[in-house]
Protein backbone atom coordinates (compact mmCIF):
# COMPACT_ATOMS: atom_id res chain seq x y z
CA UNK A 1 0.00 0.00 0.00
CA UNK A 2 1.39 3.65 -0.38
CA UNK A 3 1.45 5.67 2.42
CA UNK A 4 -0.97 9.08 1.87
CA UNK A 5 0.48 10.63 4.96
CA UNK A 6 -0.40 10.48 8.29
CA UNK A 7 -1.55 12.35 11.86
CA UNK A 8 0.44 11.14 14.79
CA UNK A 9 -2.35 8.58 15.78
CA UNK A 10 -3.10 7.10 12.46
CA UNK A 11 -1.32 6.54 9.20
CA UNK A 12 -3.19 7.28 5.85
CA UNK A 13 -2.34 4.70 3.31
CA UNK A 14 -3.38 4.13 -0.76
CA UNK A 15 -5.29 0.54 -0.85
CA UNK A 16 -7.59 -1.29 -3.46
CA UNK A 17 -10.60 -3.05 -2.25
CA UNK A 18 -12.94 -4.68 -4.89
CA UNK A 19 -10.74 -3.46 -7.51
CA UNK A 20 -11.08 0.43 -6.75
CA UNK A 21 -8.89 2.51 -5.02
CA UNK A 22 -9.53 3.33 -1.08
CA UNK A 23 -8.06 5.97 1.16
CA UNK A 24 -6.78 3.37 4.30
CA UNK A 25 -6.21 4.99 7.70
CA UNK A 26 -4.89 2.85 10.53
CA UNK A 27 -5.52 3.52 13.68
CA UNK A 28 -3.33 2.46 16.53
CA UNK A 29 -5.80 1.29 19.08
CA UNK A 30 -4.63 -1.37 21.37
CA UNK A 31 -7.93 -2.51 22.75
CA UNK A 32 -10.87 -1.76 21.00
CA UNK A 33 -14.17 -1.43 22.38
CA UNK A 34 -16.98 -1.91 20.18
CA UNK A 35 -19.63 0.53 22.00
CA UNK A 36 -23.32 0.96 21.26
CA UNK A 37 -22.06 4.26 20.39
CA UNK A 38 -19.20 3.42 17.70
CA UNK A 39 -21.58 0.97 16.46
CA UNK A 40 -24.38 3.65 15.91
CA UNK A 41 -21.84 6.08 14.56
CA UNK A 42 -20.43 4.07 12.22
CA UNK A 43 -24.13 3.34 10.92
CA UNK A 44 -24.51 7.36 10.69
CA UNK A 45 -20.99 7.99 8.78
CA UNK A 46 -22.31 4.61 6.64
CA UNK A 47 -25.60 6.38 5.61
CA UNK A 48 -24.17 9.90 4.67
CA UNK A 49 -23.85 10.74 1.15
CA UNK A 50 -23.05 13.91 -0.09
CA UNK A 51 -20.83 15.20 -2.76
CA UNK A 52 -19.03 17.53 -0.46
CA UNK A 53 -18.39 14.60 1.41
CA UNK A 54 -16.00 11.87 1.62
CA UNK A 55 -17.76 8.50 0.86
CA UNK A 56 -16.96 5.58 3.83
CA UNK A 57 -16.38 2.67 2.88
CA UNK A 58 -15.77 0.24 5.60
CA UNK A 59 -13.78 -0.62 9.01
CA UNK A 60 -11.89 -2.79 9.75
CA UNK A 61 -11.52 -4.26 13.66
CA UNK A 62 -9.22 -7.03 13.45
CA UNK A 63 -6.27 -6.37 16.08
CA UNK A 64 -3.59 -5.00 14.99
CA UNK A 65 -5.00 -3.71 12.07
CA UNK A 66 -8.20 -1.78 13.09
CA UNK A 67 -8.26 0.36 9.47
CA UNK A 68 -11.08 2.89 8.31
CA UNK A 69 -11.93 2.67 4.90
CA UNK A 70 -12.71 5.20 2.99
CA UNK A 71 -13.47 6.67 -0.59
CA UNK A 72 -9.94 7.94 -2.46
CA UNK A 73 -9.95 11.42 -3.45
CA UNK A 74 -7.15 11.64 -6.31
CA UNK A 75 -5.34 14.72 -5.62
CA UNK A 76 -4.88 14.90 -1.90
CA UNK A 77 -5.69 17.49 0.75
CA UNK A 78 -6.72 20.70 0.44
CA UNK A 79 -2.84 21.37 2.36
CA UNK A 80 -1.23 19.98 -0.21
CA UNK A 81 -2.97 21.97 -3.24
CA UNK A 82 -2.05 25.43 -1.93
CA UNK A 83 1.38 24.10 -0.70
CA UNK A 84 1.85 23.20 -4.81
CA UNK A 85 3.62 26.51 -6.12
CA UNK A 86 2.39 25.44 -9.57
CA UNK A 87 -1.31 25.63 -8.96
CA UNK A 88 -1.80 29.36 -9.66
CA UNK A 89 -5.31 30.40 -7.82
CA UNK A 90 -8.40 33.29 -8.51
CA UNK A 91 -11.32 34.29 -6.62
CA UNK A 92 -13.71 31.96 -8.76
CA UNK A 93 -11.62 28.79 -7.90
CA UNK A 94 -11.53 30.22 -4.35
CA UNK A 95 -14.98 30.37 -4.37
CA UNK A 96 -15.26 27.19 -5.88
CA UNK A 97 -13.19 25.90 -3.51
CA UNK A 98 -14.93 27.47 -0.12
CA UNK A 99 -18.59 27.37 -1.57
CA UNK A 100 -17.76 23.26 -1.68
CA UNK A 101 -16.79 23.44 2.23
CA UNK A 102 -19.48 25.77 3.18
CA UNK A 103 -22.06 22.74 1.31
CA UNK A 104 -20.24 19.92 2.93
CA UNK A 105 -20.14 21.22 5.88
CA UNK A 106 -23.75 22.59 6.10
CA UNK A 107 -24.91 19.39 5.28
CA UNK A 108 -22.93 17.56 8.16
CA UNK A 109 -24.94 20.25 10.54
CA UNK A 110 -27.89 19.15 9.56
CA UNK A 111 -27.52 15.29 9.95
CA UNK A 112 -27.16 12.98 12.70
CA UNK A 113 -23.21 13.53 13.39
CA UNK A 114 -24.38 17.64 13.56
CA UNK A 115 -20.81 18.83 13.56
CA UNK A 116 -16.78 17.74 11.99
CA UNK A 117 -15.19 19.05 15.27
CA UNK A 118 -12.09 18.09 13.26
CA UNK A 119 -11.95 20.33 10.31
CA UNK A 120 -9.02 21.49 8.81
CA UNK A 121 -7.17 22.31 5.71
CA UNK A 122 -5.62 18.42 5.68
CA UNK A 123 -9.20 16.69 6.11
CA UNK A 124 -10.67 18.61 2.80
CA UNK A 125 -9.91 16.37 -0.15
CA UNK A 126 -9.62 17.49 -3.58
CA UNK A 127 -10.89 15.42 -6.25
CA UNK A 128 -10.34 14.82 -10.08
CA UNK A 129 -12.73 17.61 -10.95
CA UNK A 130 -10.92 20.20 -8.10
CA UNK A 131 -14.27 19.70 -6.46
CA UNK A 132 -13.56 19.44 -2.34
CA UNK A 133 -14.69 17.06 0.27
CA UNK A 134 -14.94 16.78 3.59
CA UNK A 135 -13.13 13.67 5.17
CA UNK A 136 -12.69 12.21 8.75
CA UNK A 137 -15.81 13.37 10.48
CA UNK A 138 -18.24 11.69 13.05
CA UNK A 139 -16.70 8.35 14.71
CA UNK A 140 -15.62 10.51 17.53
CA UNK A 141 -16.52 7.44 20.50
CA UNK A 142 -14.19 5.21 18.69
CA UNK A 143 -11.54 7.82 18.02
CA UNK A 144 -12.00 8.47 21.81
CA UNK A 145 -10.37 5.01 22.18
CA UNK A 146 -7.02 6.50 19.83
CA UNK A 147 -6.92 9.53 21.55
CA UNK A 148 -6.74 7.55 24.93
CA UNK A 149 -4.03 4.99 24.37
CA UNK A 150 -1.39 7.43 25.73
CA UNK A 151 1.07 4.65 25.77
CA UNK A 152 1.36 4.66 21.69
CA UNK A 153 1.03 8.79 21.15
CA UNK A 154 3.52 10.88 22.94
CA UNK A 155 1.92 14.18 21.87
CA UNK A 156 -1.81 14.21 20.43
CA UNK A 157 -3.51 15.84 19.12
CA UNK A 158 -0.20 17.03 17.00
CA UNK A 159 0.06 20.71 18.25
CA UNK A 160 -0.39 21.85 14.87
CA UNK A 161 -4.12 20.17 14.63
CA UNK A 162 -4.98 22.44 17.64
CA UNK A 163 -4.44 25.45 14.95
CA UNK A 164 -7.25 25.41 13.66
CA UNK A 165 -9.18 24.76 16.71
CA UNK A 166 -11.87 27.25 18.70
CA UNK A 167 -10.43 28.86 21.82
CA UNK A 168 -13.61 27.73 23.10
CA UNK A 169 -12.52 24.48 22.71
CA UNK A 170 -8.89 24.67 23.23
CA UNK A 171 -9.85 25.88 26.70
CA UNK A 172 -12.52 22.92 27.65
CA UNK A 173 -10.97 19.85 25.99
CA UNK A 174 -7.47 18.91 26.42
CA UNK A 175 -7.43 17.06 23.02
CA UNK A 176 -9.55 19.74 21.39
CA UNK A 177 -11.79 17.12 20.01
CA UNK A 178 -14.87 17.72 21.85
CA UNK A 179 -15.94 20.18 18.67
CA UNK A 180 -18.99 22.22 17.95
CA UNK A 181 -20.86 23.66 15.12
CA UNK A 182 -19.61 27.00 15.94
CA UNK A 183 -16.31 25.54 16.80
CA UNK A 184 -16.65 23.91 12.76
CA UNK A 185 -17.23 27.58 12.01
CA UNK A 186 -14.04 28.86 13.71
CA UNK A 187 -11.75 26.14 11.65
CA UNK A 188 -13.33 27.02 8.50
CA UNK A 189 -12.63 30.37 9.04
CA UNK A 190 -9.12 29.76 9.31
CA UNK A 191 -9.28 27.54 6.04
CA UNK A 192 -10.34 30.35 4.64
CA UNK A 193 -7.37 32.65 5.07
CA UNK A 194 -5.16 29.58 3.92
CA UNK A 195 -7.30 29.78 0.75
CA UNK A 196 -6.87 33.10 0.23
CA UNK A 197 -3.05 33.27 1.20
CA UNK A 198 -2.33 29.90 0.89
CA UNK A 199 -0.15 30.25 3.79
CA UNK A 200 -0.60 27.66 6.70
CA UNK A 201 -2.63 29.31 9.58
CA UNK A 202 -0.96 32.03 11.36
CA UNK A 203 1.61 31.44 9.57
CA UNK A 204 3.11 35.20 8.46
CA UNK A 205 4.12 36.27 5.09
CA UNK A 206 6.99 38.39 6.90
CA UNK A 207 8.42 35.04 7.80
CA UNK A 208 12.03 36.56 9.42
CA UNK A 209 10.15 38.68 11.68
CA UNK A 210 7.70 36.70 13.25
CA UNK A 211 8.44 33.21 13.62
CA UNK A 212 5.75 32.03 16.06
CA UNK A 213 5.94 28.01 17.42
CA UNK A 214 2.36 26.29 17.16
CA UNK A 215 2.34 25.94 20.91
CA UNK A 216 2.84 29.99 21.24
CA UNK A 217 -0.01 30.62 18.86
CA UNK A 218 -2.23 28.18 20.31
CA UNK A 219 -1.28 29.59 23.84
CA UNK A 220 -2.03 32.98 22.49
CA UNK A 221 -5.74 31.73 21.18
CA UNK A 222 -6.31 29.64 24.31
CA UNK A 223 -5.69 32.71 26.31
CA UNK A 224 -8.37 34.58 24.48
CA UNK A 225 -5.44 37.95 24.03
CA UNK A 226 -7.27 40.84 23.57
CA UNK A 227 -7.59 41.74 20.53
CA UNK A 228 -7.86 38.25 20.05
CA UNK A 229 -4.85 36.11 18.51
CA UNK A 230 -6.28 35.35 14.79
CA UNK A 231 -4.03 34.80 11.40
CA UNK A 232 -2.92 37.99 9.53
CA UNK A 233 -5.05 38.51 6.69
CA UNK A 234 -3.17 39.45 3.28
CA UNK A 235 -6.34 39.97 1.22
CA UNK A 236 -5.81 41.40 -2.10
CA UNK A 237 -8.49 42.52 -4.23
CA UNK A 238 -10.89 40.91 -1.96
CA UNK A 239 -14.42 40.89 -3.23
CA UNK A 240 -16.67 43.47 -0.68
CA UNK A 241 -18.10 42.02 2.70
CA UNK A 242 -15.31 38.67 2.48
CA UNK A 243 -13.44 39.93 4.97
CA UNK A 244 -16.16 40.86 7.29
CA UNK A 245 -17.26 37.59 7.10
CA UNK A 246 -13.64 36.05 7.71
CA UNK A 247 -13.52 37.74 11.00
CA UNK A 248 -16.92 36.77 11.87
CA UNK A 249 -16.43 33.12 11.27
CA UNK A 250 -13.14 33.56 13.98
CA UNK A 251 -14.74 35.65 16.57
CA UNK A 252 -13.73 34.82 19.88
CA UNK A 253 -17.48 34.79 21.56
CA UNK A 254 -18.86 31.44 19.19
CA UNK A 255 -22.03 33.29 19.85
CA UNK A 256 -21.16 36.25 17.60
CA UNK A 257 -19.96 33.70 14.29
CA UNK A 258 -22.77 33.13 11.59
CA UNK A 259 -24.08 29.77 11.16
CA UNK A 260 -24.23 27.83 8.20
CA UNK A 261 -26.93 29.10 6.48
CA UNK A 262 -26.29 32.45 7.09
CA UNK A 263 -22.68 31.96 5.73
CA UNK A 264 -24.40 29.99 2.11
CA UNK A 265 -26.16 33.35 1.86
CA UNK A 266 -23.34 35.82 2.56
CA UNK A 267 -21.37 33.55 0.02
CA UNK A 268 -23.92 33.57 -2.68
CA UNK A 269 -24.28 37.25 -2.34
CA UNK A 270 -20.78 37.81 -2.45
CA UNK A 271 -19.88 35.85 -5.18
CA UNK A 272 -23.28 36.68 -6.68
CA UNK A 273 -22.40 37.02 -10.88
CA UNK A 274 -18.85 35.31 -10.29
CA UNK A 275 -19.70 31.79 -10.65
CA UNK A 276 -19.27 29.87 -7.60
CA UNK A 277 -19.86 26.50 -8.88
CA UNK A 278 -17.41 24.07 -8.96
CA UNK A 279 -13.91 24.92 -10.10
CA UNK A 280 -14.34 22.47 -12.99
CA UNK A 281 -17.57 23.77 -14.19
CA UNK A 282 -16.56 26.77 -13.97
CA UNK A 283 -13.25 25.96 -15.76
CA UNK A 284 -15.51 24.87 -18.76
CA UNK A 285 -17.64 27.78 -18.43
CA UNK A 286 -14.40 29.81 -18.93
CA UNK A 287 -12.81 27.86 -21.69
CA UNK A 288 -16.28 28.54 -23.33
CA UNK A 289 -16.06 31.68 -22.96
CA UNK A 290 -12.53 31.58 -24.01
CA UNK A 291 -13.38 29.71 -27.38
CA UNK A 292 -15.87 32.29 -27.97
CA UNK A 293 -13.58 34.98 -27.74
CA UNK A 294 -11.02 33.24 -29.27
CA UNK A 295 -13.67 32.38 -32.77
CA UNK A 296 -13.84 36.03 -32.27
CA UNK A 297 -10.49 36.62 -32.40
CA UNK A 298 -10.07 34.22 -34.95
CA UNK A 299 -12.66 35.66 -37.40
CA UNK A 300 -10.74 39.33 -36.88
CA UNK A 301 -7.74 37.80 -37.79
CA UNK A 302 -9.46 36.23 -40.49
CA UNK A 303 -11.08 39.30 -41.85
CA UNK A 304 -7.46 41.02 -41.22
CA UNK A 305 -5.89 38.03 -42.99
CA UNK A 306 -8.40 38.40 -46.58
CA UNK A 307 -8.12 42.25 -46.35
CA UNK A 308 -4.62 41.97 -46.56
CA UNK A 309 -4.57 39.04 -48.92
CA UNK A 310 -6.75 41.02 -51.28
CA UNK A 311 -4.64 44.10 -51.37
CA UNK A 312 -1.60 41.95 -52.19
CA UNK A 313 -3.84 40.25 -54.67
CA UNK A 314 -4.78 43.54 -56.16
CA UNK A 315 -1.28 44.13 -56.08
CA UNK A 316 -0.44 41.29 -58.28
CA UNK A 317 -3.08 41.76 -60.76
CA UNK A 318 -1.35 45.33 -61.20
CA UNK A 319 1.51 43.34 -63.01
CA UNK A 320 -0.01 39.96 -63.90
CA UNK A 321 -3.64 39.68 -65.69
CA UNK A 322 -6.01 38.74 -63.44
CA UNK A 323 -6.74 34.97 -65.22
CA UNK A 324 -3.04 34.10 -65.02
CA UNK A 325 -2.96 35.19 -60.87
CA UNK A 326 -5.80 33.28 -60.82
CA UNK A 327 -4.06 29.72 -62.75
CA UNK A 328 -0.78 30.47 -60.43
CA UNK A 329 -2.70 30.78 -57.22
CA UNK A 330 -4.20 28.00 -57.97
CA UNK A 331 -0.77 25.98 -58.00
CA UNK A 332 -1.36 25.70 -61.79
CA UNK A 333 1.79 26.07 -64.42
CA UNK A 334 1.33 28.52 -66.60
CA UNK A 335 2.90 27.92 -70.00
CA UNK A 336 3.31 30.67 -72.55
CA UNK A 337 0.51 30.79 -74.88
CA UNK A 338 0.11 32.10 -78.73
CA UNK A 339 -2.96 33.77 -79.50
CA UNK A 340 -4.30 34.13 -83.37
CA UNK A 341 -5.29 37.50 -82.87
CA UNK A 342 -5.43 40.43 -80.66
CA UNK A 343 -4.80 43.83 -80.87
CA UNK A 344 -1.88 46.06 -79.35
CA UNK A 345 -2.16 49.72 -78.35
CA UNK A 346 1.04 51.59 -78.16
CA UNK A 347 0.80 55.34 -77.42
CA UNK A 348 3.87 58.10 -76.87
CA UNK A 349 3.68 61.49 -76.21
CA UNK A 350 4.60 64.44 -78.48
CA UNK A 351 7.78 66.10 -77.49
CA UNK A 352 8.00 64.39 -74.33
CA UNK A 353 11.80 64.69 -74.68
CA UNK A 354 12.05 68.39 -74.87
CA UNK A 355 9.53 68.56 -72.45
CA UNK A 356 11.39 66.82 -69.47
CA UNK A 357 14.99 68.63 -70.72
CA UNK A 358 13.15 71.95 -69.59
CA UNK A 359 11.55 70.76 -66.30
CA UNK A 360 12.56 69.69 -63.44
CA UNK A 361 12.48 65.31 -62.60
CA UNK A 362 9.90 66.07 -59.60
CA UNK A 363 7.98 67.65 -62.31
CA UNK A 364 8.34 65.02 -64.98
CA UNK A 365 7.32 62.39 -62.18
CA UNK A 366 4.15 64.45 -61.44
CA UNK A 367 2.95 64.83 -65.27
CA UNK A 368 3.58 61.29 -65.93
CA UNK A 369 1.94 60.01 -62.40
CA UNK A 370 -1.00 62.58 -63.70
CA UNK A 371 -1.25 61.05 -66.87
CA UNK A 372 -1.06 57.26 -66.43
CA UNK A 373 -3.67 58.22 -63.43
CA UNK A 374 -6.01 59.55 -66.03
CA UNK A 375 -5.37 56.61 -68.66
CA UNK A 376 -5.57 53.69 -66.03
CA UNK A 377 -9.13 55.06 -64.85
CA UNK A 378 -10.08 55.36 -68.49
CA UNK A 379 -8.86 52.10 -69.33
CA UNK A 380 -10.57 50.16 -66.60
CA UNK A 381 -13.62 50.70 -68.16
CA UNK A 382 -12.43 48.08 -71.66
CA UNK A 383 -11.32 44.78 -71.76
CA UNK A 384 -8.02 45.19 -72.44
CA UNK A 385 -5.27 44.30 -70.00
CA UNK A 386 -2.25 46.97 -69.38
CA UNK A 387 0.73 45.58 -70.49
CA UNK A 388 3.15 48.42 -69.39
CA UNK A 389 4.84 51.53 -69.49
CA UNK A 390 8.14 52.75 -70.87
CA UNK A 391 8.80 56.30 -70.05
CA UNK A 392 5.86 58.09 -71.48
CA UNK A 393 4.80 55.00 -73.38
CA UNK A 394 1.76 53.14 -72.49
CA UNK A 395 1.16 49.45 -73.88
CA UNK A 396 -2.15 48.12 -73.53
CA UNK A 397 -3.29 44.79 -75.31
CA UNK A 398 -7.24 43.00 -75.96
CA UNK A 399 -7.57 39.95 -77.05
CA UNK A 400 -5.72 37.76 -73.97
CA UNK A 401 -5.16 35.79 -72.07
CA UNK A 402 -8.79 35.55 -72.75
CA UNK A 403 -9.66 35.47 -75.83
CA UNK A 404 -12.60 38.06 -76.88
CA UNK A 405 -13.47 37.11 -80.59
CA UNK A 406 -12.63 39.83 -82.59
CA UNK A 407 -14.00 42.19 -79.61
CA UNK A 408 -10.36 42.89 -79.20
CA UNK A 409 -9.95 45.65 -82.12
CA UNK A 410 -13.17 47.19 -81.19
CA UNK A 411 -12.02 47.77 -77.52
CA UNK A 412 -8.75 49.18 -78.22
CA UNK A 413 -10.08 51.50 -80.91
CA UNK A 414 -12.55 53.37 -78.32
CA UNK A 415 -10.30 53.01 -75.60
CA UNK A 416 -8.15 55.14 -77.74
CA UNK A 417 -10.86 57.54 -78.91
CA UNK A 418 -11.47 57.83 -75.32
CA UNK A 419 -7.69 58.07 -74.66
CA UNK A 420 -7.08 61.14 -77.32
CA UNK A 421 -10.33 62.87 -75.75
CA UNK A 422 -8.25 62.63 -72.38
CA UNK A 423 -5.15 64.16 -73.28
CA UNK A 424 -7.32 67.01 -75.45
CA UNK A 425 -8.21 67.80 -71.79
CA UNK A 426 -4.98 66.99 -70.15
CA UNK A 427 -3.53 69.78 -67.81
CA UNK A 428 0.41 70.18 -68.08
CA UNK A 429 0.55 71.16 -63.99
CA UNK A 430 3.82 72.98 -64.28
CA UNK A 431 2.81 74.50 -67.71
CA UNK A 432 -0.88 75.37 -67.91
CA UNK A 433 -0.90 77.06 -70.94
CA UNK A 434 0.94 74.10 -72.95
CA UNK A 435 -1.07 71.28 -75.07
CA UNK A 436 -0.37 67.92 -74.28
CA UNK A 437 -0.02 65.93 -77.66
CA UNK A 438 -0.07 62.16 -77.60
CA UNK A 439 0.69 59.85 -80.81
CA UNK A 440 -1.38 56.13 -80.89
CA UNK A 441 -0.56 53.42 -83.29
CA UNK A 442 -2.69 50.27 -83.25
CA UNK A 443 -2.17 46.63 -84.90
CA UNK A 444 -3.80 43.59 -84.71
CA UNK A 445 -1.95 40.44 -85.22
CA UNK A 446 -0.87 37.07 -83.69
CA UNK A 447 1.23 36.82 -81.04
CA UNK A 448 2.72 34.60 -78.21
CA UNK A 449 2.27 35.78 -74.25
CA UNK A 450 3.43 34.32 -71.32
CA UNK A 451 5.15 35.04 -67.24
CA UNK A 452 8.52 35.52 -67.32
CA UNK A 453 11.17 35.96 -64.89
CA UNK A 454 10.61 34.80 -61.02
CA UNK A 455 11.73 37.52 -59.45
CA UNK A 456 9.59 40.46 -60.36
CA UNK A 457 7.69 38.27 -62.45
CA UNK A 458 5.74 40.00 -65.36
CA UNK A 459 3.49 39.17 -68.29
CA UNK A 460 5.34 39.82 -71.30
CA UNK A 461 3.96 39.74 -75.05
CA UNK A 462 6.47 38.50 -77.65
CA UNK A 463 5.65 38.54 -81.61
CA UNK A 464 6.15 40.96 -84.92
CA UNK A 465 2.74 42.08 -83.79
CA UNK A 466 4.02 43.89 -80.92
CA UNK A 467 7.07 45.44 -83.13
CA UNK A 468 4.19 46.90 -85.59
CA UNK A 469 2.08 48.19 -83.37
CA UNK A 470 4.80 49.94 -82.20
CA UNK A 471 6.13 51.39 -85.23
CA UNK A 472 2.04 52.33 -85.96
CA UNK A 473 2.52 54.82 -83.26
CA UNK A 474 6.00 56.06 -83.80
CA UNK A 475 5.20 56.70 -87.85
CA UNK A 476 1.85 57.75 -86.63
CA UNK A 477 1.18 61.40 -86.17
CA UNK A 478 0.12 63.74 -83.00
CA UNK A 479 -3.32 63.54 -81.69
CA UNK A 480 -3.93 60.77 -84.56
CA UNK A 481 -4.87 57.37 -83.81
CA UNK A 482 -3.02 55.48 -86.88
CA UNK A 483 -4.69 51.78 -87.27
CA UNK A 484 -2.47 48.88 -89.57
CA UNK A 485 -4.53 47.41 -92.49
CA UNK A 486 -5.74 44.19 -89.86
CA UNK A 487 -7.15 46.14 -87.25
CA UNK A 488 -8.76 48.11 -90.17
CA UNK A 489 -10.05 44.87 -91.76
CA UNK A 490 -11.96 44.26 -88.41
CA UNK A 491 -12.86 47.74 -86.92
CA UNK A 492 -14.45 47.77 -90.93
CA UNK A 493 -16.54 44.60 -90.06
CA UNK A 494 -18.58 46.55 -86.55
CA UNK A 495 -19.89 49.03 -89.67
CA UNK A 496 -19.45 52.02 -86.33
CA UNK A 497 -15.84 53.32 -87.11
CA UNK A 498 -15.12 56.44 -88.75
CA UNK A 499 -11.71 55.40 -90.40
CA UNK A 500 -9.64 57.32 -93.33
CA UNK A 501 -6.67 56.39 -95.47
CA UNK A 502 -3.32 57.68 -94.52
CA UNK A 503 -1.76 56.32 -97.62
CA UNK A 504 1.41 54.25 -98.00
CA UNK A 505 3.81 54.11 -94.91
CA UNK A 506 7.08 52.57 -94.91
CA UNK A 507 7.09 50.09 -91.79
CA UNK A 508 10.74 48.88 -91.09
CA UNK A 509 10.90 44.84 -92.00
CA UNK A 510 7.45 44.97 -94.10
CA UNK A 511 8.18 47.85 -96.66
CA UNK A 512 5.75 49.90 -97.78
CA UNK A 513 2.31 49.13 -95.78
CA UNK A 514 -1.00 51.02 -96.87
CA UNK A 515 -2.02 52.28 -93.41
CA UNK A 516 -5.20 54.28 -91.57
CA UNK A 517 -6.48 57.07 -89.37
CA UNK A 518 -9.46 56.03 -87.12
CA UNK A 519 -11.28 59.04 -86.91
CA UNK A 520 -14.05 58.30 -84.68
CA UNK A 521 -17.29 56.13 -83.94
CA UNK A 522 -20.70 57.06 -85.80
CA UNK A 523 -22.68 59.12 -83.09
CA UNK A 524 -25.78 56.36 -83.45
CA UNK A 525 -23.35 53.70 -82.57
CA UNK A 526 -24.12 51.63 -79.68
CA UNK A 527 -23.35 53.22 -76.70
CA UNK A 528 -22.02 51.15 -74.20
CA UNK A 529 -22.55 52.43 -70.19
CA UNK A 530 -19.00 52.72 -70.16
CA UNK A 531 -19.09 55.16 -73.16
CA UNK A 532 -21.79 57.02 -71.88
CA UNK A 533 -19.93 57.47 -68.71
CA UNK A 534 -16.94 58.57 -69.76
CA UNK A 535 -18.83 61.21 -71.85
CA UNK A 536 -20.77 62.49 -69.20
CA UNK A 537 -17.38 62.76 -67.25
CA UNK A 538 -15.12 64.63 -70.26
CA UNK A 539 -18.37 67.14 -70.64
CA UNK A 540 -18.48 67.39 -66.84
CA UNK A 541 -14.42 68.17 -67.11
CA UNK A 542 -14.68 70.94 -70.14
CA UNK A 543 -17.58 72.81 -67.72
CA UNK A 544 -15.46 72.31 -64.93
CA UNK A 545 -12.11 71.46 -65.03
CA UNK A 546 -10.27 69.57 -62.41
CA UNK A 547 -8.14 71.03 -59.72
CA UNK A 548 -5.45 69.30 -58.32
CA UNK A 549 -6.05 65.47 -60.43
CA UNK A 550 -9.30 64.58 -59.17
CA UNK A 551 -11.32 62.54 -61.48
CA UNK A 552 -15.21 61.79 -61.35
CA UNK A 553 -15.78 57.66 -61.35
CA UNK A 554 -18.59 56.41 -63.12
CA UNK A 555 -21.42 55.30 -61.15
CA UNK A 556 -23.48 52.12 -62.45
N1 LIG B 1 -4.82 11.45 -2.27
C1 LIG B 1 -5.45 11.34 -1.10
N2 LIG B 1 -4.80 11.73 -0.02
C2 LIG B 1 -5.45 11.66 1.15
C3 LIG B 1 -6.77 11.20 1.27
N3 LIG B 1 -7.13 11.30 2.57
C4 LIG B 1 -6.05 11.78 3.22
N4 LIG B 1 -5.05 11.98 2.38
C5 LIG B 1 -3.68 12.48 2.67
O1 LIG B 1 -3.24 11.91 3.84
C6 LIG B 1 -2.78 12.93 4.71
C7 LIG B 1 -2.96 12.46 6.13
O2 LIG B 1 -4.31 12.32 6.46
P1 LIG B 1 -4.72 11.92 7.92
O3 LIG B 1 -4.06 10.67 8.34
O4 LIG B 1 -6.19 11.96 8.01
O5 LIG B 1 -4.08 13.07 8.79
P2 LIG B 1 -4.61 14.52 9.05
O6 LIG B 1 -5.74 14.80 8.12
O7 LIG B 1 -3.48 15.45 9.05
O8 LIG B 1 -5.15 14.49 10.53
P3 LIG B 1 -6.46 13.80 11.13
O9 LIG B 1 -7.46 13.64 10.07
O10 LIG B 1 -6.88 14.73 12.18
O11 LIG B 1 -5.99 12.52 11.62
C8 LIG B 1 -3.60 14.13 4.35
O12 LIG B 1 -2.95 15.32 4.67
C9 LIG B 1 -3.69 13.98 2.85
O13 LIG B 1 -2.53 14.56 2.26
C10 LIG B 1 -7.44 10.80 0.08
O14 LIG B 1 -8.59 10.38 0.02
N5 LIG B 1 -6.73 10.90 -1.09
MG1 LIG C 1 -7.41 13.58 8.03
Redesign the pocket.
Given at each position: MDI????S????KLGIYKGVKV?V?SLKIRKLHISRNVLLELKQIKDITHDNL?RFVGFCPDEPYIVLI????????L??LLDNDTFKTDWPFRFSIINDITEGLAFLHQSPISFHG?L?S??C?VDGRFMVKL??FGLRSLLAQVDRDLQYIQHF?TTD?LLWTAPEHLRNDIFGYQGSQKGDVYSFGIILQEIVTRLKPFESIEKENHVYKPEAIIYQVKMGAIPPFRPEKFLVDHPVDFLDMLNLCVHENPASRPNLPSIKQQMKRITEGMGSGNFLDNLLTRMEQYATNLEQLVEEKTSAFLEEKKKSEELLYQVIPRYIAEQLKAGHHVKPETFESVTIFFSDIVGFTALSAESSAMQVVDLLNDLYTTFDAIIGNYDVYKVETIGDAYMVVSGLPVLNGNEHAREIARMSLRLREAIHNFKIRHRPGRKMQIRIGIHTGPCAAGVVGLKMPRYCLFGDTVNTASRMESSGEANRIHVSPTSKTILDTFQTFIISVRGEVELKGKGKVVTYWLEGEAVDALMTNADFFQHLESEIMNEFPPSNNCFIQPVC
Open positions: LGGSFCGMAKVSEFVSRGSRDRKTNVTDPS
